[in-house]
């Protein structure tokens, strides 16, 4: 059975600081990989795909990396900004479009 | 992207009442799912709703406790039946948009659901 993982489970860093959150999962057979962002009493928000065969993506500020492999992914974010404070999702489609997801990383970035 | 809208967006029920969950998407798609995230959880996913077939659902979730309907490629419905406190979460509906050689699924804003 997949089992997904973030570690932190919160963060809190001064605005403008670069940041990675991680993400790992146990099987390694998956389709892709999404990271998503989650505010309070809010839906999804999706900020990048990965495909299993790609190692990276990039939107903006942002920085997504793949090593199935090992089972990692990790999110860059840079120059870290008040407005980046959210919880932060990644989950893994292992077919048939049904996600797995880790428990999330809660971000706080203080001005 | 998709644009989905859900209803209600938040509701208090008394216990061994039912409620229903209307998800909305702005075009059509093949596959719809239902999503449950109990407090300070993630999420976890309760069925899959194929247009014209049985929703399928994953284990620990039985129809007779969340029945889906999918009238239709933009339209389906969760229904919570005989709802206990346990059953506080936030629901949420997803669609999977297909570009290139992958899928990216999106989600609604989701339904609060608290039970009293």
Known sequence: KQEVTQIPAALSVPEGENLVLNCSFTDSAIYNLQWFRQDPGKGLTSLLLIQSSQREQTSGRLNASLDKSSGRSTLYIAASQPGDSATYLCAVDQGAQKLVFGQGTRLTINP | ?116
């Open chain 2, 1 to 116: 992207s998709a644009v989905i809208s859900q209803k209600p967006s938040r509701d208090i029920c008394q216990r061994g009442t039912s409620l229903t969950i209307q998800c909305q998407v702005d075009s059509q798609v093949t596959m719809m799912f239902w999503y449950r995230q109990q407090p300070g959880q993630s999420l976890t996913l309760i069925a899959t709703a194929n247009q014209g077939s049985e929703a399928t659902y994953e284990s620990g979730f039985v129809i007779d406790k969340f029945p889906i309907s999918r009238p239709n490629l933009t339209f389906s419905t969760l229904t919570v039946s005989n709802m206990s406190p346990e059953d506080s979460s936030i629901y949420l509906c997803s669609v999977a948009r297909t570009s290139g050689l992958y899928n990216e699924q999106f989600f609604g804003p989701g339904t609060r659901l608290t039970v009293l």
